[in-house]
C-alpha cells in the first residue's frame, strides 16, 4: 500500500487562488487542484480555495472589467476569511492580466506572507514579469528562471514541480502500446515523432495540433495561404522570417498526419493520461519549446510536469537530458534520457527488444519519485524554507 509521510506538527490556514485545470483543451481536467490543493488538505492544513477561472477567462478576452471584478471579489473573499480567522499564507497561481496589482499590494498589506507560483518561465516569462514584484514570494518551476524574477525586482523561490501519488499512480493494464505521448503539437515534437515513426517505432501521440481534424478543412486552407501571403508581402525581415516558419511548421504537422492518421490521436482524459503511462512500454517526453511559441525564435528546454508524474505513475519514461532533470532522477537508471533523435530512436528499440532493463528503470524511477518528489514534500519544504513556524524566511 503506497504509504506518504503525513507526520507534518504545524497545521496552517491558507488561502489559495488557482485554476483546478492546467489544460483548457482537455475536458475536466483538474491536475492543479490534485497536485496543489488536495495535498494540503491531506497534510491537514485548512484551505479556503478561491477559483481563479473567472481571472483567467478575463486574462483571455483581455478585459479589464471582468480583471476588475474578479480582483475585487478575490479581495472581499480573503478580507472576510481572514477577520473570521487569520491566514497564514497566501498561495496563488495567478498570471499577467488575471488581477489587478493593487489587489494583491493590499493583501500583502494584511501581513500575511503571499507566494505566487509559475511555470514555463524558459518561454513564458512574459505571462508573469508584470504581477511577479506584488508578491513576497515567487515560486518558479525552472531553477533557471531566478535571475528573470531578480530582474524585475521579485524575489524568487525555486519550488521544482512533483506529482500527487494518490492519484497519479501505477494501474495493472496490459502494455499495447509500444510509445506514447500526451501533450501538445508544437516546437519540435513532430519531428521527434515523425523520426520514430518512419523507422518502425510504433509511436501513438494524443493532444492537440496532432490530428487533421483539429482545424476544418477551409479554416486551414486560409491559415495556410494567410502564412503563404504574409512570407511574400512582408515588408520587415522579420515578420517575413515568422510568416515562413509558421507556415513550414504547418505543413511538417499535415504531412505527417495525412502520413500516419492512425498515429494520430485527440486529446484524452486525465483518467486516460495516466492509464496510459501503464499501458505503454515507453513513455516519451520532449523538452524543447520555442521563445514565446515562435518557431522565428531561439529554442530552449526545461523539464514540465509530465517529468514527475510519469514516473510517479510507473512509467519507463524516455525524455530529453538536461542538468537540471539530473539533480531529480538518475539518467538512464531512473528514467531514460536521449541528446538526439538518433539516441531516441536507438534506446526506444533497445528497450522494446530488452522488457526486463525496462522495468529495471521502470521500478527505480517509481520508487525515487515516491521518495522525493511528491507534492506533500514540497509543500513541507516550501513551508520549512519561508520558516512559517517562526524566523525569517529564506529565498
Request: glycine share 4%; with cysteine; hydrophobic share 40%.
Amino acid at each position: 500500500m503506497l504509504q506518504v509521510d503525513c507526520a507534518y506538527t504545524i497545521k496552517m490556514r491558507i488561502f489559495q487562488i488557482l485554476e483546478a485545470s492546467a489544460n483548457a483543451a482537455v475536458g475536466g481536467n483538474r491536475t492543479w487542484y490534485r497536485n496543489l490543493y488536495e495535498p494540503l488538505v491531506e497534510m491537514g492544513h485548512e484551505v479556503v480555495l478561491f477559483s481563479a477561472e473567472a481571472g483567467r477567462q478575463a486574462m483571455r478576452r483581455q478585459d479589464r472589467k471582468a480583471r476588475d471584478d474578479f480582483s475585487q471579489r478575490l479581495l472581499e473573499a480573503f478580507r472576510e476569511e481572514h477577520s473570521r480567522k487569520p491566514f497564514d499564507l497566501v498561495f496563488a497561481y495567478l498570471m499577467d492580466g488575471m488581477v489587478d496589482t493593487d489587489v494583491l499590494d493590499l493583501l500583502r498589506q494584511a501581513g500575511v506572507p503571499t507566494c505566487n507560483f509559475s511555470c514555463n518561465n524558459a518561454h513564458q516569462f512574459d505571462l508573469v514579469d508584470e504581477i511577479s514584484p506584488h508578491f513576497d514570494y515567487n515560486l518558479h518551476a525552472e531553477k533557471d528562471a531566478r535571475e528573470k524574477f531578480l530582474a524585475i525586482g521579485a524575489t524568487p523561490l525555486w519550488w521544482p514541480m512533483a506529482s500527487n501519488p494518490r492519484y497519479f499512480k501505477p494501474f495493472d493494464l496490459p502494455r499495447t502500446v509500444d510509445a506514447s505521448f500526451v501533450g501538445a503539437n508544437y516546437a519540435l515534437r513532430a519531428q521527434y515523432v515523425a523520426h520514430l515513426l518512419e523507422n518502425g517505432v510504433d509511436t501513438h501521440v494524443y493532444g492537440p495540433g496532432w490530428t487533421s481534424g483539429d482545424l476544418n478543412p477551409w479554416r486551414a486552407w486560409v491559415k495556410r495561404y494567410w502564412f503563404i501571403f504574409r512570407t511574400a508581402t512582408a515588408r520587415a525581415t522579420e515578420t517575413q522570417v515568422w510568416a515562413s516558419a509558421k507556415l513550414a511548421e504547418l505543413d511538417f504537422r499535415r504531412r505527417l498526419s495525412a502520413r500516419f492518421p492512425a498515429n494520430m490521436h485527440p486529446p484524452v482524459s486525465d483518467e486516460e493520461l495516466i492509464a496510459l503511462y501503464s499501458r505503454s512500454h515507453i513513455s516519451l517526453g520532449f523538452l524543447e519549446v520555442y521563445d514565446r511559441h515562435d518557431p522565428s525564435r531561439p529554442v530552449t528546454r526545461h523539464l514540465h510536469l509530465r517529468e514527475f508524474e510519469a514516473p510517479m505513475c510507473g512509467a519507463l519514461y524516455c525524455t530529453g537530458y538536461l542538468e537540471e532533470l539530473a539533480e531529480h532522477f538518475e539518467p538512464d537508471q531512473e528514467v531514460v534520457v536521449y541528446c538526439s533523435a538518433y539516441e531516441l530512436l536507438d534506446k526506444a528499440r533497445f528497450y522494446l527488444a530488452h522488457p526486463e532493463a525496462a522495468e529495471k528503470i521502470r521500478q527505480a524511477g517509481h520508487t525515487r519519485a515516491l521518495r522525493d518528489h511528491t507534492y506533500q514534500r514540497r509543500f513541507q519544504q516550501l513551508f520549512e524554507a519561508l520558516h512559517l513556524s517562526g524566523g525569517q524566511p529564506t529565498p
